[in-house]
């Protein structure tokens, strides 16, 4: 007669939670000064998936991004988030969280300096210029001479955009964009 033995196996479940901040380098940072079409700057992010745009004369300013395709965890599981949105501004952080068909993304605005107010207006509007699609993310106004602002781009999972996304349902102020259809 064969004898069995129960041994009692623990399991433990281990989350590990992702924190948006790996930095995007090749991102295409383009700047256009209104109300002429024409770039006036152009930049690719570099390794720490940062642009600083500075030397801006007075005036009003767009800023498109052309984003890589990202792969791993920065798109695994995107067909699950559970939002309709494209688009988040945390106007406190400065922060905006993109969803777009190459994965997610993080782009923070920082060092302003001589913008109107401090602020950048977030907008969301896909423009097609030959065979890139680029995206304007936002305008901002220039007041004094010389105007600067540094963009940094990074990776951020589906997760964490859905859980943006979840805090601000209810507050229109951040998922609030200018030209979002």
């Known amino acids: 007669m064969k004898k069995f033995y129960l041994i009692p196996v623990a399991f433990f479940i281990f989350s590990v939670n992702l924190k948006a901040g790996e930095p995007v380098p090749g991102a295409e940072v383009i700047v ?26 007075k005036g009003k300013y767009r800023i498109f991004l052309v984003v890589p395709q990202l792969s791993g965890k920065y798109v695994k599981g995107k067909d699950k988030v ?16 993109l969803r777009e068909p190459q994965g997610f993304f993080a782009v923070k605005f920082d060092g ?30 220039v007041t004094q001479t010389p105007g600067e602002v540094t963009i940094k ?6 997760k ?8 601000t349902k209810h507050d229109t102020a951040k998922a609030t964009i200018n030209n979002i259809r």
């Not at 781009?153 to 589906?158: F, N, Q, R």
């Open 32 to 57: 256009e000064q209104e109300p002429h079409d024409d770039p006036i700057a152009y930049q690719l992010t570099g390794s720490t998936g940062t642009v600083t745009l500075d030397n801006l004369d």
């Open 82 to 97: 559970k939002s309709d949105l494209k688009s988040i501004f945390s106007p406190e952080k400065r922060t905006y969280f």
């Open 112 to 141: 302003l300096k001589r913008i109107a107010g401090s602020n950048i207006h977030p907008s969301y509007k896909k423009i097609r210029n030959y065979d890139k699609e680029k995206l304007l993310i936002a305008e901002f106004v």
């Open 153 to 158: 781009v990074e990776a951020i999972t589906p």
């Open 160 to 167: 964490e955009f859905e859980n943006k996304a979840k805090k």
